[in-house]
């Protein structure tokens, strides 16, 4: 077994090239931090790996343990609620803050490759966490948390640039750093497991085919696991005699069916085919540039007649290296209607129309981004994001349905009791934080990381007032990765 060094501080930084072995120290530093791409000379093979028969096996991953402070209380682990669970000043939980440690986000990681065979080369990988909770998780006197697929697909590669991925994966709408090769996503170094508001990325099923004409140039296709974030408020007193909302014939969503092996505690929505996402990636030897298109169906079914309306957006990303290695700026954004699911607050897709059809919502999202390098044993990062909504609303008589309307009721938002609908309108956050690699030799390789977080959520103006809440996080972690020498 070979024990190379790793210089990275992200333990999914295995491989960006055309399934060949593992990247060099050299590229791995700069993937994870940000920075251009190194030339093809310095991506050697270098990641701990075992040979068994025709397969070669990488191993990967962290223990953490990471400590959370927040000033409003969350109830949440290492990951943020970045919308809703900012209270506004009328939940108690405004009022209080909260603390946790936590090792769920510790992390293992396998990369399974064969052998060349007629100029195609085929591999697999797996990602694996514990962020997940199931119906007997608990904080008790025992911390039981489930394990969780992050990542795991099969690729195929060929000589002549081909790329193709089926499985579960990081949406091709994420920002990547070099092409469009998957493990080289450029994932924000945040703590936190949300990541940061205007970040845009999914980990779904997808199937997904790349031709890279050139190191230059890259065109990609995917078809995407579908869902959708409903949206709505109501202005309850004017609601005409003998309605409700929604409509008791209109079917958009359902409890998950156990029997099914679905989440019987939570919803899905029912849609009727994949997200579609075409995207073009630039290398001009200064810099990386995105473009990409996105396409979305939304369904629902009204009195048992089906109802589907069309969304979908315009994205981009570039990656400049300001001082080549030790300076990165970035900037990515996605505008569009119904594409709230696509951002990290998670703002809605779609509203209700008072018959029951479903409306997307007008969104944009921009993420900016530092990271500095001053030696290989430290990052310093720092972002700021934005994610913002339009409303969509309707009114029937003195009744006013939809998302954002000033109808609705925001007097008691302010209070301890009273109506306080409080549709977000929208979510901001500026974090800053370092890794400082503190050891690295026989043992592995150990990293400590601080992380500050401002949350800005601001609702739409209504009947009462135009509520805002904001919310700090603070967090710490240690991480060892025994992997890395």
């Known amino acids: 077994m070979t024990r190379p060094s790793i210089d990275s501080v992200r333990a999914h930084q295995f491989s ?34 075992i040979q068994t028969g025709p397969l070669t096996l990488t191993f990967g991953g962290f223990a953490e343990l990471a400590t959370i402070y927040r000033n409003r209380n969350q109830s949440a682990d290492v990951g943020s609620d970045f919308n809703t669970g900012i209270p506004f000043n009328n939940n108690p939980n405004s009022q209080v803050s909260e603390f946790r440690e936590s090792a769920r986000q510790s992390r293992f990681t396998l990369l399974a490759q064969g052998e060349e065979y007629n100029g195609v080369k085929a591999e697999a990988y797996f990602e694996t966490d514990f962020l997940s909770a199931g119906v007997t998780s608990n904080s008790r006197e025992s911390n039981s948390y489930t394990l969780r697929m992050r990542v795991f697909y099969g690729r195929m590669t060929t000589d002549w640039g081909l790329d193709v991925l089926a499985g579960q994966n990081w949406s091709l709408a994420t920002l990547y750093k070099d092409g469009l090769y998957p493990r080289d996503e450029n994932v924000p170094l945040s703590i ?108 629902s079914s009204v009195a048992r007649q089906s109802q589907t309306v069309s969304g979908g957006g315009v994205g981009f990303g570039m990656i400049l290296p300001l001082v080549p290695k030790t300076l990165s700026f970035q900037v990515s954004g996605l505008v569009g209607k119904g594409v709230g699911r696509y951002g990290s607050a998670q703002l809605p897709d779609v509203t209700m129309q ?132």
Request: with cysteine.
């Open 16 to 49: 960006r090239s055309r399934g060949t072995p593992p990247v060099s120290i050299a590229a791995a530093v700069a993937l994870a931090l940000g920075a251009a791409a190194l030339p093809a000379r310095a991506q050697a093979a270098s990641a701990p790996s």
């Open 192 to 299: 936190d497991a949300s990541y940061v508001v205007g970040f845009n990325w999914l980990r779904v099923p997808q199937v997904r085919v790349v031709e890279h004409f050139s190191k230059a140039f890259s065109l990609g296709l995917s078809l995407e696991s579908p869902q959708a974030v409903t949206g709505n408020g109501i202005n309850a007193t004017g609601l005409p005699t003998g309605t409700s909302f929604p409509p008791p014939s209109v079917d958009y969503q359902n409890t998950g069916d156990a029997g099914g092996l679905m989440n019987n505690t939570t919803t899905y929505t029912t849609d009727v085919a994949p997200d579609v996402i075409v995207k073009a990636a630039f290398d001009p030897g200064y810099g990386h540039y995105e473009i990409y298109g996105l396409g979305r169906m939304f369904r």
């Open 354 to 485: 008072p018959t029951g059809g479903l409306s997307p919502i007008k969104e944009y999202d921009v993420l900016l981004g530092l990271v500095y390098t001053p030696n290989p044993l430290v990052t310093v990062y720092g972002y700021a994001g934005r994610e913002k909504e339009s409303s969509a609303y309707y009114n029937v008589g003195s009744a006013t349905y939809g998302y954002g309307a000033p109808e609705f009721n925001n007097s008691g938002c302010y209070g301890t009791s009273g109506t306080c609908v409080a549709n977000t309108n929208s979510v901001e956050e500026v974090t800053g934080g370092f890794w400082w690699k503190f050891y690295q030799g026989r043992l592995g390789n150990a990293q400590f990381g601080m992380q500050g977080e401002y949350f800005q959520r601001n609702a739409f103006a209504g009947v009462g007032g135009t509520p805002s809440a904001n919310m700090f996080v603070g967090l710490a972690s240690f991480r060892y990765y025994p992997y890395q020498r």
